[in-house]
């Protein structure tokens, strides 16, 4: 396998790839990886979402109850954690052995989840997990822009958007069932055949993928200390304000502790020679302010995701299957804004101005529920429906925008640290959100993550806070039109620049 600067292959318009790709690789060996792709990140994102369901059933099978939280906090802090170390290492050893690396490390860490016998194992094994979900997010925007070519992206981006979507609002119904009617072992049980797939998918097509790295050096300190200081300000998140008190020695040391591991990062990264972050992706104008824009807007839009059910099942008096349907336009909406933004994208020199108008849609249709949290059921259906439709024209443009600004040899990188600052911003937002509903409105940890909500609940503090909620899920929406705004509007489909 060759080397070098050479550009990626694609499955047609050959004249706009290096003739070695477009041999390299058929349109049957793209869609194979494609749907190789599609699987492996399907299966990484359900297990952010599939297991909430089940954890009483867990509870009481393993006790020791007061861990519960940690198996989805596990997996979450180490798959947000070593995304950007995947992306360097991709950038250094090629994307197919990081990919498959993190599949089969998958893979046995839903065996070990499955076996576990004890709280502690599971815990452990969902932070094994973690490992190999972190390289699966990390690497399939990272192939998608290697494999195919520029004019064809938003086609695809928009099947890994729905794919991205749809694991996030499924997880929680099939994790439910599950529990319910087989074995909540089965959840991890059920990866087994999936990842197999992913595997045989793409195993031996990524073979003819032209390498596009230089000799790179690995900055372990650099990963250890983004490592360090993500994982700490995420716990300090997840324990405050019910866990632990706010003002707690170990809460407060929690965020010393992760400001001044963030500040030893910014040094690490001016002093070292080739830091975790190369400076041409920190200097990347479109990479930065599009993955700005993510941070907000995915905030924003996960935290509704999640915290939504409840207030369907609160304020709108709704039955939990009923929430769950009353979710369906957030999936099918923000599918088709994403469908229409990447039919425009091609056929238009401003693609910029759908999105933008979007997000400022969501931005305040946000602001509508938090002014009137009480309005009828029908608007706030159609508060949703706008929210899901203007953050699903970003989708596409966004990832585009970013592999179509990356140089090849440095395209890991960027993808990784785009995905990395997304879920820090998501995982911020979320924490932030049940803040605001534990103690504004008394909601316990249980009802936060099962929807339960218990009778000593005031519905005017709980109407209040939700109004805190949609308030701060506006101004979101908002900075992150501000970022998008900022970001420049470059031609998505010539060359990649070789840096």
Known sequence: MESGKSDAGGMTNAHELPQQAAQQLSPRDVRSIMYGLMTALMLAALDTTIVAPALPTIGRDLGNIEY?????????????????????????????VVIMFALVVFLIGSIACALAPTMLTLVLARALQGVGGAGIFAMTQTIVGDIVPPKQRPHYQLYMSTVWMLANLAGPVIGGAMADYTHWSMIFWVNIPIGLVAIWLVSDRLKKIPRFERPHKIDLLGAALMMFASGLLLLALSWGGHTYA???????????GSALAWALLVWRQISVEEPLIPLLVLKNQVAL?????????MGAYLALNIYLPIYFQTIGA?????????????????????????RLMPRTQHYKRLPLAGLVASGVAALAMAIWPQMPIVGVLA?????????????????????????????????????FVRSLGASISIAVFGVILLGGAGLGVEAIAHGGVPDTVDAKDLARSFSICFALAGVFFLVAAGFFAAMEERPLFGEQPEG
């Open 289 to 297: 302010t599009s993955t700005m824009t993510m941070f907000f807007m």
């Open 68 to 96: 519960l939280p940690w198996i989805a906090t596990a997996y979450l802090l180490v798959s947000t954690a070593l995304s950007p170390l995947y992306g360097k290492l991709a950038d250094i050893k090629g994307r197919r």
């Open 383 to 419: 508060a949703t429906t706008i929210i899901a439709t203007g953050t699903g024209t970003v989708f596409p443009i966004v990832s585009v925008a970013v592999q179509a600004s990356s140089p090849r040899h440095l395209l890991g990188s960027t993808m990784a640290l785009s995905y």
């Open 246 to 256: 706010w003002s707690s020695w170990r809460v407060v040391g929690l965020f010393i």
């Open 318 to 342: 709704m039955s939990a299957s009923q929430s769950g349907l009353a979710l369906i336009p957030l999936l099918v909406f923000t599918s088709a804004g994403a469908w229409v933004a990447s």
